[in-house]
Every structure is written in structure tokens, then in C-alpha cells.
């Protein structure tokens, strides 16, 4: 958006760097190589240490690892239970968003507060928190399992809850400007044109919501997958039953076994990669159809 | 008179939902997220002073607590103001000037968020670990950065690495650069401009990305713990004792210290509600994590 005020150089020659437009502003390459820089030192040199970690594992022993039935299974449930809990976050987030925009009532800012907690509280705080509200003898817990015969806390399904937990208000926060930015106009001519309240809401909003929707989905799932401090107080971490992938990761460093931690980070990187672009897709999609954000 | 004001409801129904669809839906809203954020929140300072305010204190003043406090102020005062001059410095080249890769430098940024904090942390153990090509250097030259301050603050800068630049860049590109073009045409240098002209346009923003950064900062769990090595009194941040007191089964000297960490957040939380409500202009519109 910024406005590139010259062109050609003073002396009349024509513009040198062809690949950026010319500006008065100072300070372009000190910034920018200070970014390249530190972004370089920081993030790529390391995710590229990985990467050559795992390019010298070659790929029989890398598949050995990533077939291992213990590695298969907690990958399987990390994406499982991350998917599982975006879908309910999905439900969830998009309802809380249209209260938030479209309805007032006493203690709205308050909630609307509350929403970003998951961002703001560490994970192990919300990990022990969870792990005492759903354990046997907790106060949902118990009654989850004594009213419904539904083992939440030490289970798989321990596992969805925290995911739940962290990936909430991604979906909130990604729906809730496009939301806000929608038209009534639309709505008042579907209602004119006879359309009821249902199919206004399920022809007009939610396709013009779509974007928005699928992106907060994808970052909640994107989020839940990599998740580790909030899981691991609520599940009891059984190896086939509730053992996640980043504690698999963890459990072979402990055992200095770096081959079998490299392959599963690398696995787990790659996909979080293609979510990465999956995720700008969308917005690029979302900016070019809707004209928001 | 009364088929005018049926008329008027019907209409009114057509474009909102009737009071009954209303109070539903509110309630549905209110109790997912009682259940799901409220409950947990409330647990930690019900469980903090669950065994008496005596326990509470001692858990807090207990030496491992003050070390591992003392860590964690230590790490968030390098990593916050390290990850800060980058911000500024990204947003600066990306919103104020024109250039061909600008979405992908973007995409670099938003990197770590897309990382495990796990993967985060592995990522400097085969940096810097006995195994790696760095790691006998490192041991013959006697410098510790795995299972040491560095290697904790490194893994925690890697964590909270786009915060700052993700709250600034979209704020500084909504604001254009016409401002500082006009202070520079009247011979301003470019310190000046953007000490006096940009920064004081973008400070709430700013603040608000030091905010949530800082609470990353000081509550990282997954990446630290792979880098820390876990030695009390040494590299044992709050988060990480907090793990060690619950699996010692002193649930509530680890709640004591997690109602910390907790009030953090809230104080986080209150901050960013307050600076929205006041300057709901001046902070960027569209937001990510």
C-alpha cells in the first residue's frame, strides 16, 4: 500500500534496481538485510539442520521409522484427534462468532475477552487445569463417566479435549472480521425476495463466511497437530492408545535415539508446510473472491 | 395499525432471528465456552488455594520457584527486545517499500508458527547437541548451549519469532508511508522520521505485539523442555517446574505457581481488551497467532 514516490533517478537514469521500487524513505537495505539476516540465523539455518539430519538417514531407514507401528499410531492419533477437534472448534467457533458480531447482551465484551485465552495461558497451565477438571475423580470427569460412561481424561478422547482447548479461538478470530464485514444489505434482499431466516443464513452468509471458515479449521488443525504442553498432563501417554507424536519425539531424544526423532519431526514439518500454504491459498482465495481478510 | 406491526416483526424476523433462535444460541455460545475456557481458569486458582494461602506462599518462595521464576523473567529479557528489533525492522522494509518477494519473506516469517514446539526445540538439539558437527567444537571451546540459558533462550526466541512483525506489518502497511515521505522531504533523517513520525502512529500496536510475545515467552513449554535438560535450580523455567511439582504429586504447589503464570495471561488479556476498546483504530484489523 505504500506509495513509491520516484521512479527514475534524479540524474535522469533509469531506475538501477529493477526488482523493488525506488523510494525517499531511508533505511530499505539495512532493514531488510537485518531481517534476511536474523530470519536466516533464527529459523531457516536450524529447520535446514533438520532437514540435512534427515536427508542423511537415507530413505529405507527413514521409512523403517515412519512405518514403525508405535510411530504409525501416534502420528495417526495426533492427526485424528487434531482434525476431530477442529471439526468441533469449526461447530463451536463459528456460533460464538455470530453471537459475538450479530448479538448484544450484558457480558459480551467480557467473552469476547475470554476467547483469546488459550493464546495468552501457557500450555502446561492449561494441561494440569484440564487433566484435574476431566481426571476420574474430577468434577467433569465424573461425571462424564458416571452419567454418560465417557472416559475423557487419561483416554484418546483427553487428547481431543485439550486440542480443543488451544485451537478454539483461531476459528473465532479468523470468522469473527468477515463476519463483521458482511453486508446486511444482502440479507434484507434474500428476506425481501422471500427467502426464510434458514435459507438466508445457509444460501447468503455461511458461502460468503466459506474462506474464513476453512481457514480457521485449518489453523486449528494446524495448530492441534504440533500441540504438546496441554496433551500430555490429560492423556496417560500409552504407547498405541494415547501417545501423540510430539512426545514420541520426545521420548526418542530421551533415548538418543536422533535418527528416530529426525524422521518424525521431518514427517511432521512436511505437513505442517503444506498446511502453511494451504492456509495462505486460502486467504489469497478468500481476499480475491470476498475482499477481506 | 396491529397487521403493520406483525408486518414490521415478520420483517424484522426475516433479517435476525426471533428471541427464542436468540437466547439459544447465546446460551449454547456461553456454555461451550464456560465449559471449555472458564472451567480450567477457574481450576488453577480454586486448586492454588485449595490447601490454604500457607501453602500457597511457601510453594512460591520455595527456592526451585524463585530460581525458576528468576530463569523466565531472565529468557523473555532477551528474547522479547531480540524479537523486537526484528519487528520493527521487518515491518519497516516490508510495509514502507516495494519489492519482489514480499509474500514469500512473509510466509518465512509466519514459519514458526506452523512448527511443533517440539520439532522447535529438536531443531537446536541437532544444531547444537553432542552429535552434531558444531557439538565437539562447542565441547572443546567449553560453551554450553544445550541444557543451558542459550539453548532455552534460543529455542524461546525461535518460538515467539513472528509475533511482534505479524502485529506491526499489517498496521504499518494500513498506515502507508506517506507521513514519513513528507518528514524525509522536509529533511528529516531516518531515525528522526521514524522515531518521531512512525513510531508514535504505531506504539499500540507495538505494545500489544510485546504483550503476546512476552506471554509466550514466559509460558513456553514444548520447545524449552526439549532444550532445557530440566536441571533444578538451573534450567528450570516456571512452565517446567511447574510439570516437575504435578508429577511430584504436589498438585498444589504446581497450581500455586501456574495462578502466576495464569494471572499473566489475564493481565495480558485485560491490557489487549482495554487497548481495543481505546484505540480500536490504531491496531491492526486483521490478526493471526
Known amino acids: 500500500m505504500s506509495t513509491p514516490a520516484i521512479t527514475a533517478q534524479p540524474d535522469g537514469k533509469p531506475p538501477r534496481a529493477k526488482w523493488r521500487r525506488r523510494s525517499v524513505l531511508p533505511g530499505f537495505g539495512l532493514s531488510l538485510g537485518y531481517t534476511i539476516a536474523y530470519l536466516s540465523l533464527i529459523v531457516l539455518l536450524p529447520l535446514a539442520g533438520l532437514a540435512i539430519s534427515a536427508a542423511s538417514l537415507g530413505w529405507n531407514e527413514f521409512w523403517a521409522i515412519a512405518f514403525d507401528p508405535r510411530v504409525s499410531a501416534a502420528l495417526q492419533l495426533s492427526f485424528g484427534a487434531a482434525m476431530l477437534a477442529a471439526v468441533v472448534n469449526t461447530v463451536f467457533g463459528v456460533l460464538i462468532a455470530w453471537v459475538l458480531v450479530r448479538y448484544r447482551f450484558p457480558g459480551r465484551r467480557w467473552l469476547d475477552a475470554a476467547v483469546d485465552l488459550p493464546f495468552a495461558l501457557p500450555t502446561a497451565v492449561a494441561g494440569i487445569a484440564l487433566a484435574t477438571l476431566y481426571a476420574p475423580n474430577g468434577p467433569f470427569g465424573a461425571v462424564l463417566e458416571n452419567v454418560f460412561g465417557v472416559k475423557v481424561g487419561f483416554s484418546a478422547l483427553g487428547v481431543v479435549f485439550a486440542l480443543m482447548f488451544v485451537g478454539l479461538p483461531f476459528v473465532v478470530r479468523t470468522v469473527q472480521p468477515v463476519l463483521e464485514e458482511i453486508d446486511r444489505e444482502t440479507e434484507e434482499v434474500s428476506a425481501t425476495l422471500g427467502a426464510g431466516r434458514f435459507r438466508t443464513v445457509t444460501r447468503v452468509i455461511l458461502p460468503a463466511m466459506f474462506p474464513a471458515i476453512l481457514t480457521g479449521f485449518a489453523l486449528s488443525f494446524a495448530r492441534g497437530v504440533g500441540e504438546y504442553g496441554s496433551v500430555i498432563f490429560i492423556a496417560n501417554n500409552l504407547p498405541f492408545e494415547s501417545e501423540i507424536a510430539p512426545l514420541l519425539i520426545v521420548i526418542k531424544l530421551d533415548e538418543h535415539n536422533y535418527a528416530g526423532a529426525t524422521a518424525i519431526a521431518t514427517i511432521m514439518l512436511v505437513i505442517a508446510f503444506v498446511m502453511l500454504f494451504v492456509i495462505n491459498v486460502l486467504q489469497a482465495w478468500s481476499r480475491k473472491w470476498f475482499g477481506h481478510e | ?289
Open chain 2, 1 to 289: 395499525m396491529s397487521s403493520n406491526a406483525a408486518q414490521k416483526n415478520r420483517q424484522k424476523q426475516a433479517i435476525g432471528e426471533g428471541p427464542i433462535t436468540r437466547a439459544i444460541l447465546i446460551a449454547l455460545a456461553l456454555a461451550f465456552l464456560g465449559v471449555m475456557l472458564i472451567a480450567p481458569l477457574l481450576v488453577v486458582f480454586i486448586e492454588a488455594f485449595g490447601r490454604g494461602v500457607g501453602v500457597f506462599f511457601d510453594s512460591l518462595t520455595s527456592p526451585h520457584t524463585m530460581s525458576a521464576l528468576q530463569l523466565t523473567l531472565l529468557v523473555a529479557a532477551i528474547a522479547v527486545p531480540a524479537n523486537l528489533v526484528f519487528g520493527v525492522a521487518a515491518a519497516w522494509a516490508i510495509a514502507k517499500f516495494d519489492f519482489r518477494g514480499k509474500a514469500f519473506l512473509l510466509t518465512l516469517i509466519d514459519l514458526p508458527f506452523a512448527v511443533s514446539p517440539v520439532v522447535s526445540g529438536l531443531v537446536f538439539v541437532l544444531l547444537f547437541g553432542a552429535n552434531s558437527a558444531l557439538g565437539p567444537w562447542l565441547d572443546a571451546n567449553n560453551i554450553k548451549i544445550l541444557f543451558a540459558v542459550p539453548g532455552i533462550v534460543l529455542a524461546t526466541i525461535f518460538i515467539t519469532f513472528p509475533f511482534i512483525a505479524r502485529e506491526l506489518i499489517p498496521l504499518m502497511q494500513q498506515q502507508g508511508s506517506s507521513e514519513e515521505e513528507a518528514a524525509v522531504s522536509l529533511g528529516a533523517g531516518g531515525w528522526r522520521t521514524f522515531f518521531l513520525v512512525t513510531l508514535p502512529n504505531v506504539k499500540w500496536g507495538l505494545l500489544y505485539g510485546v504483550l503476546l510475545c512476552n506471554a509466550r515467552a514466559m509460558g513456553e513449554f514444548g520447545a524449552v523442555s526439549v532444550v532445557s535438560g530440566h536441571i533444578r535450580g538451573q534450567t528450570n523455567t516456571l512452565p517446567l517446574h511447574i510439570e516437575i511439582l504435578y508429577h511430584d504429586n504436589k498438585a498444589a504447589a504446581a497450581f500455586a505457581v501456574a495462578s502466576l503464570l495464569a494471572l499473566l495471561a489475564l493481565v495480558t488479556l485485560a491490557v489487549k481488551s482495554i487497548l481495543e476498546a481505546r484505540f480500536a483504530g490504531s491496531l491492526a484489523a486483521q490478526r493471526r497467532h
